[in-house]
Nanobody, 127 residues
Framework: QVQLVESGGGLVQPGGSLRLSCAAS????????IGWFRQAPGKEREGVSC????????YYADSVKGRFTISRDNAKNTVYLQMNSLKPEDTAVYYC????????????????????WGQGTQVTVSS
């Protein structure tokens, strides 16, 4: 059974940092790309970042480029999202998702195309 569990969210001041984790169980993460998404109240879920399985290629939404870094530790079956220089507009529930080996060529940012999701973790950026 494919399971994804996000953790690491919380309340942080603008300019602060958080590291989110997406722990996988029921399958070997080595063969799967992981996408991070977020959904703010009243807004549609949007793609934030993606990391491929084959060569660990990384992809980012323009809104987070230079501030967020995605990485993976296959030995721990976990993908991380390091978020720096956080802004109030980063406030959202963050989700990880998977169902494919590669982000490239797969329209990774389209949330409706993913089969497996975690339950989400809340990130609030506020002073």
């Amino acid at each position: 059974q494919v399971q994804l569990v996000e953790s690491g969210g919380g309340l942080v001041q603008p300019g602060g940092s958080l590291r989110l984790s997406c722990a996988a169980s029921g399958f070997t993460l080595d063969y799967y790309a992981i996408g991070w998404f977020r959904q703010a109240p009243g807004k549609e879920r949007e793609g934030v970042s993606c990391i491929s399985s084959t060569d660990s290629s990384t992809y980012y939404a323009d809104s987070v480029k230079g501030r967020f870094t995605i990485s993976r530790d296959n030995a721990k079956n976990t993908v991380y999202l390091q978020m720096n220089s956080l802004k109030p507009e980063d406030t959202a529930v963050y989700y990880c998702a998977t169902d494919r080996p590669s982000c490239g060529g797969s329209s990774w940012w389209l949330y409706r195309s993913y089969d497996y999701w975690g339950q989400g973790t809340q990130v609030t950026v506020s002073s």
